[in-house]
């Protein structure tokens, strides 16, 4: 996770010392300098550089500098860069780095972990589904596979007002579930506090195993994708959309299958047909 993200899905308080350092840590090319010379700039002691590291969920100072490494090289990689250059932009080496991610997957994701979460979902009355611009199609994918299981879901908008009347009616028997896929949208952090507030459970997926996000969500799932650090399919997080319908499925298989046989049946009240397969 780069340091913009985590300072971005931080909602901790800090001294009037700490943000001196922030706004130190965020003015530049920051990574290369100790923490003695950023109080220094700051007008503070080095202590308070290592408080704020630990604040934001770092073991130390050398964990933060290590991430803002991270959003320097980003932007120096960004330009110019040829996608997937260095794995191979041929079929066989993408689809194989694909499959490496996917075989992976139950490493990072215990299935305790998965059915966890799916329990908290099959107890909600209403899910909310929060996800930056770039990650819609991950987010829209998974409220349709829980509304197959007749589940109510409730898809947040973009901009803060559109985002505040679809979450007024979150309340103790809601689930929120937000997506932090490379970055974590900013507003993320607000609403898994406001729903902590209201006494609902809240549901993080993130693609940067060993992540700590705060304030922390009633579950974190974290799956690493692809290994080419530019180029990341959405393919994992949309296998753990799968794999969570399948949990809550079977958490209560005569209830789903109720609820799709239902929604099966009005489709055809409404006029749809049935699939017609293809045929060579």
């Keep these: ?30 990574s290369g300098i100790p923490a003695a010379e950023v109080a220094e700039r700051a007008k503070t002691h080095e202590s308070t550089v290592v408080r704020l590291a630990k604040k934001l969920g770092y073991r130390g100072y050398p964990d933060l500098r290590n991430d803002l490494r991270k959003d320097e090289t980003e932007i120096t990689e960004h330009h110019g860069g040829v996608m997937r250059g260095d794995s191979g932009y041929d ?17 990072f994701v215990p299935q305790e972990v998965l059915d966890a979460a799916a329990r908290t979902l ?29 589940l109510t879901t409730v898809s947040l908008g973009t901009t803060p007002k559109d985002m505040a009347e679809r979450f007024a009616s979150f ?5 929120l579930i937000g997506l932090a896929l490379r970055e974590a949208p900013s507003q993320l952090a607000a609403l898994v506090s406001e729903a902590a507030r209201r006494g609902g459970k809240t549901i993080l997926l993130s693609d940067v195993p060993g992540y700590r ?24 997080p ?43």
């Excluded at 009355?125 to 409220?143: H, V």
């Design 122 to 150: 099959h107890e909600s009355q209403t899910i909310y589904l929060f996800s930056r611009e770039d990650d819609k199609p991950t987010r829209d994918l998974l409220a349709r596979r829980l509304r197959r299981l007749g």
């Design 238 to 280: 949309i296998m753990l959309a799968y794999s969570l319908q399948l949990a809550i499925f079977h958490l209560d298989p005569a209830r789903y299958r109720a609820a799709r046989d239902a929604i099966e049946d009005l489709t055809r009240l409404l006029g749809g047909a049935d699939e017609i397969p293809l045929r060579a």
């Design 91 to 107: 079929l066989s080496a993408f689809v194989a780095d694909e499959i490496l991610a996917l075989k992976r997957l139950p490493h």
């Design 171 to 175: 309340d103790s028997n809601s689930t």
């Design 1 to 30: 996770m780069s340091f913009k993200a985590v300072v971005a899905s931080s909602t901790v308080r800090l001294s009037a010392s700490e943000e001196r350092v922030m706004n130190v840590l965020m003015s530049g090319t920051m």
């Design 213 to 236: 996000f705060r304030p922390s969500p009633d579950h974190l799932i974290t799956a690493r994708r692809g290994d080419d650090g530019e180029y990341r399919t959405q393919l994992v």
